[in-house]
């Protein structure tokens, strides 16, 4: 295998896992509170779908905030518990910067549901491209691909994870490493992106709007002002168009619809990618 390390990752411990970062602040770090509040989430839910989405967009900010919305996606999940056994997992860095995609060193990933296990041979597969790099310090303390952990970790019987923290890459890279890692119906597919930020209320659903057209229409020139995703989002939306993945939205509210004042609100909306019958 020949991943490019990060120039700037610190030296692995290849036997430990990464701890979760944002327990206790994004969602609840107790284990028993944390598994309620899906629940109860995910109990809510009220999205319908006419087949198990081969790829989801889904929000990333405090589950008090963005929890519906993803929940309405994730439930679409569950007649697939038992057919998924490997979730790509893709979000944009907000912490560390990075050429390319970067994957961890660590074997695991843990959140107060316990541990997932890091799809070793998946990477591997991936060394032949240049753009994806190993960097543990890119993955230390995003929350953009932790926050999803507990609630895959509920809506899935048993899954290994590629996770992929994104940064500066093109649409083109990011949609030849999803080819690469497409596989079949035990491969999910999932994008973490909130929208707009600290928009006034009304101009937040307006630009938010317009978001959602630009990805039902599977462009690839959204910018990060409309998503914070958009590298990761652009690469999907050109995977589906190479796949011939129909993009249904699921959901798009913001922070002023969920638990926080309309004068500066973040937008998050939840797409499902499902292949053609």
Same mark, same amino acid.
């Given at each position: 295998?020949?991943?490019?390390?990060?120039?700037?990752?610190?030296?692995?411990?290849?036997?430990?896992?990464?701890?979760?970062?944002?327990?206790?602040?994004?969602?609840?770090?107790?284990?028993?509170?944390?598994?309620?509040?899906?629940?109860?989430? /995910?109990?809510?839910?009220?999205?319908?779908?006419?087949?198990?989405?081969?790829?989801?967009?889904?929000?990333?900010?405090?589950?008090?905030?963005?929890?519906?919305?993803?929940?309405?996606?994730?439930?679409?999940?569950?007649?697939?518990?038992?057919?998924?056994?490997?979730?790509?997992?893709?979000?944009?860095?907000?912490?560390?910067?990075?050429?390319?995609?970067?994957?961890?060193?660590?074997?695991?990933?843990?959140?107060?549901?316990?541990?997932?296990?890091?799809?070793?041979?998946?990477?591997?597969?991936?060394?032949?491209?240049?753009?994806?790099?190993?960097?543990?310090?890119?993955?230390?303390?995003?929350?953009?691909?932790?926050?999803?952990?507990?609630?895959?970790?509920?809506?899935?019987?048993?899954?290994?994870?590629?996770?992929?923290?994104?940064?500066?890459?093109?649409?083109?890279?990011?949609?030849?490493?999803?080819?690469?890692?497409?596989?079949?119906?035990?491969?999910?597919?999932?994008?973490?992106?909130?929208?707009?930020?600290?928009?006034?209320?009304?101009?937040?659903?307006?630009?938010?709007?317009?978001?959602?057209?630009?990805?039902?229409?599977?462009?690839?020139?959204?910018?990060?002002?409309?998503?914070?995703?958009?590298?990761?989002?652009?690469?999907?939306? /050109?995977?589906?168009?190479?796949?011939?993945?129909?993009?249904?939205?699921?959901?798009?509210?913001?922070?002023?619809?969920?638990?926080?004042?309309?004068?500066?609100?973040?937008?998050?909306?939840?797409?499902?990618?499902?292949?053609?019958?």
């Amino acid at each position: 295998m020949t991943l490019h390390p990060h120039r700037h990752m610190p030296t692995a411990n290849p036997s430990s896992a990464r701890p979760p970062a944002v327990a206790g602040l994004f969602y609840p770090g107790d284990r028993q509170d944390l598994a309620r509040t899906l629940n109860a989430l /995910l109990d809510d839910a009220n999205a319908h779908a006419p087949a198990v989405p081969k790829a989801l967009i889904a929000p990333h900010a405090g589950y008090v905030y963005s929890g519906p919305i993803a929940a309405n996606a994730y439930a679409l999940l569950a007649p697939a518990r038992e057919v998924i056994r490997r979730v790509v997992l893709l979000g944009p860095t907000h912490r560390v910067a990075v050429r390319g995609l970067a994957v961890p060193a660590a074997p695991h990933f843990a959140t107060p549901l316990g541990t997932v296990e890091i799809d070793a041979a998946a990477i591997a597969s991936l060394g032949a491209l240049p753009q994806v790099v190993v960097s543990d310090e890119a993955h230390a303390l995003e929350h953009s691909l932790e926050v999803h952990l507990p609630f895959l970790q509920t809506v899935l019987s048993d899954f290994t994870l590629v996770p992929l923290a994104v940064g500066h890459a093109s649409a083109a890279e990011v949609a030849e490493v999803l080819e690469a890692l497409y596989g079949g119906p035990e491969t999910l597919i999932v994008v973490s992106s909130d929208l707009s930020h600290y928009l006034p209320y009304a101009q937040a659903q307006e630009t938010d709007r317009t978001t959602c057209e630009a990805i039902l229409a599977l462009r690839t020139d959204l910018d990060h002002e409309q998503a914070c995703g958009a590298t990761p989002v652009a690469g999907l939306t /050109l995977a589906a168009r190479r796949k011939g993945l129909r993009p249904a939205l699921i959901d798009v509210r913001n922070s002023g619809d969920t638990a926080g004042d309309r004068s500066r609100v973040v937008g998050y909306a939840s797409f499902a990618f499902y292949e053609s019958p």
